[in-house]
């Protein structure tokens, strides 16, 4: 693409100001509008789904796990497409792509009814004939999982990591706040969507929303990489401090083949695996946790807003001091959260256990910030920015969709969640002990 090409309709290298501050901004604007895919935004359609599509709770989890292992399998794709055509055309592409899947999702009734109509000998014996919208949802969730939380996650994610390198942990704060809170008050915001138009219009409302409104914004305002347009990131030279810790840079960029060859990619890939498996699980069963536990569903909700508050405060610090020190060190402290919220699982009961939690999912939570978004690029280089973090990316989905799965299954067999946490809490015991050794590759 020629340098006209990229400028249009205006150079940034022109602006005032760093442009990587706008890009900050729309950076973080992109990671928001990935809400619909995150497991955040389907859980507030889930049992909406449940009644309109009768299929059981179980089922729908299922199809939620296919659809979500399916898109990790293509996240690396995903990440090369990215690093061959940049952040401005796969946003653009992406955004269109996740308007339509929440069109063809805000449909998935009538279609169900109209295949069932259409088929009625198709699992005629099943109770309630759940396997076309079993499949009908598996294909939903596969590319709303794909175009949301991958896809588009990973190219605004990227993007601003780009922009910034002695900065990076600074950026990463502003941005990891903005998205904190806006996650977490982002329930509120759907329950309004579904109250104003219903659960199938919000899912039309948010397609326009995302793929005429941010689509055009995206082509406006996203750009790839400083040096294209005559900068370089931070905008300036900046000379590392004493204080600044060597580490912040990576030794030199790596290919894909050669980052996972190394001891420190496994280490925080599977890190982040763990994160995401367990606090999806956490999250998409909290109600039944409670319950199960002998506390209330208003206790459930309860905890997600001085949990996001806790998130906050250790995704502005971690950012800030990940400048400073090894990140290996932010890893371990993630990893100490995922300890504590299995262990309020197991012991969870009125008082000091519901704090444990709290604490427990907000640290995780907060430096997940910290650790995804910076250590791809901070390790590994931007050369190959795409392709390392797409594949890292997609084990972190897979764990997102093998949690959930995992926790039902030992209610199930067990009738309590304690025995899932466990497990999770022996693999991160012994994540934690590898993270003392993860240093960055040279």
Not at 76 to 103: C, E, H, P, Q
Not at 239 to 252: C, G, I, Y
Not at 358 to 372: P, T
Request: hydrophobic share 55%; net charge positive; aromatic share 14%.
């Amino acid at each position: 693409m020629n340098k006209k090409v990229k400028d249009f309709p205006f150079d940034p290298g022109r602006w005032p100001f760093f442009y990587g501050w706008i890009v900050l901004g729309f950076g973080t604007m992109g990671m928001l509008m990935s809400v619909p895919g995150q497991t955040v935004g389907v859980s507030v359609f889930t049992d909406f789904l449940i009644d309109a599509l009768s299929i059981p709770r179980n089922l729908l989890s299922l199809a939620y796990l296919a659809g979500t292992i399916g898109s990790a399998l293509l996240l690396t794709r995903a990440g090369k497409f990215y690093d061959r055509f940049g952040a401005r055309t796969m946003t653009v592409i992406v955004s269109i792509g996740l308007g339509l899947v929440l069109m063809y999702l805000s449909f998935s009734e009538a279609i169900t009814a109209g295949l069932r109509s259409l088929l009625p000998f198709v699992g005629a014996r099943a109770p309630g004939n759940v396997i076309i919208p079993f499949i009908i949802m598996s294909f939903g969730f596969f590319m709303l999982r794909f175009m949301g939380q991958g896809s588009l996650t990973l190219a605004s994610r990227n993007m601003v990591m780009e922009w910034f390198e002695k900065r990076r942990g600074l950026a990463n704060g502003v941005l990891g706040v903005a998205v904190s809170f806006g996650f977490s008050y982002s329930p509120r915001i759907l329950d309004g969507f579904i109250e104003q138009f219903t659960w199938q219009g919000a899912w039309r409302v948010m397609a326009v929303m995302i793929g005429v409104g941010f689509a055009l914004l995206a082509f406006l305002f996203f750009r790839d990489k400083p040096e294209d347009h005559g900068l370089i990131p931070d905008g300036k030279e900046i000379t590392a401090s004493s204080r600044n810790h060597p580490e912040t840079v990576a030794a030199r960029s790596f290919t894909l083949p050669e980052a996972r060859k190394t001891f420190t990619f496994w280490v925080f890939t599977l890190g982040l695996l763990m994160s995401g498996l367990i606090v999806t699980a956490f999250t998409f069963h909290v109600v039944s946790i409670f319950e199960t536990s002998g506390l209330t569903r208003d206790q459930a909700v309860a905890i997600f807003f001085p949990s996001s508050i806790v998130a906050v405060a250790f995704q502005f610090t971690g950012s800030y001091i990940s400048d400073y020190i090894k990140l290996k060190f932010v890893l371990a402290m993630q990893l100490a959260g995922m300890v504590l919220l299995c262990l309020g699982v197991v012991i969870l009961d009125q008082g000091f256990p519901v704090l444990v939690v709290i604490a427990g999912m907000g640290i995780c939570q907060g430096l997940f910030g910290v650790n995804g978004n910076l250590a791809w690029a901070r390790f590994f280089g931007r050369g190959h920015l795409g392709a390392v973090s797409g594949f890292a990316t997609a084990w972190m989905v897979a764990g997102t969709a093998v949690g959930p799965y995992l926790f039902s299954l030992s209610l199930d067999s067990t009738g309590s969640y304690a025995g899932a946490a466990i497990i999770s809490l022996v693999i991160v015991a012994v994540l934690m002990v590898g993270a003392l050794f993860a240093n960055r590759p040279e």
